[in-house]
């Protein structure tokens, strides 16, 4: 039970990396944001908006991004998100962290196939 607490923190934190880059090209909605993601990715990241709208809400709440409701006809709302300044600086630092994890974790595999095959 321990791991699976571990990889949903693992995932929210890419996706809180991934709402944050791509909000830094536009403001867009959940739905979209849940598209787009499929779409950058090639398909290899995937999310539900149920597991998106958490994520959204927290980085609403920590000041990183913000919301703002828009008309769309008669009867449907849509809430688009805006990357703020601070949701800029919180990116790159997530984006650094990441980077240096991921070299880690690779440099981690290489080293033991090398070692495998030795």
Not at 5 to 29: H, P, W
């Amino acid at each position: 039970m321990a791991s699976d607490n571990a990889q949903n923190s693992f995932r929210r934190g890419v996706m809180s990396l991934v709402i944050l880059t791509l909000l830094k090209r536009e403001d867009m909605y959940g739905y979209q944001l849940v598209q787009e993601t499929a779409r950058a990715s090639g398909g290899g990241l995937t999310t539900q908006e149920g597991s998106l709208y958490p994520v959204l809400y927290k980085l609403v709440a920590q000041g990183l991004i913000s919301d703002r409701k828009v008309q769309v006809g008669k009867r449907m709302t849509r809430v688009y998100y805006h990357l703020e300044p601070a949701g800029e600086q919180r990116q790159r630092q997530l984006r650094q962290e990441y980077e240096e994890i991921t070299r880690g974790v690779f440099q981690i595999i290489k080293e033991a196939d090398n070692h495998g095959e030795s």
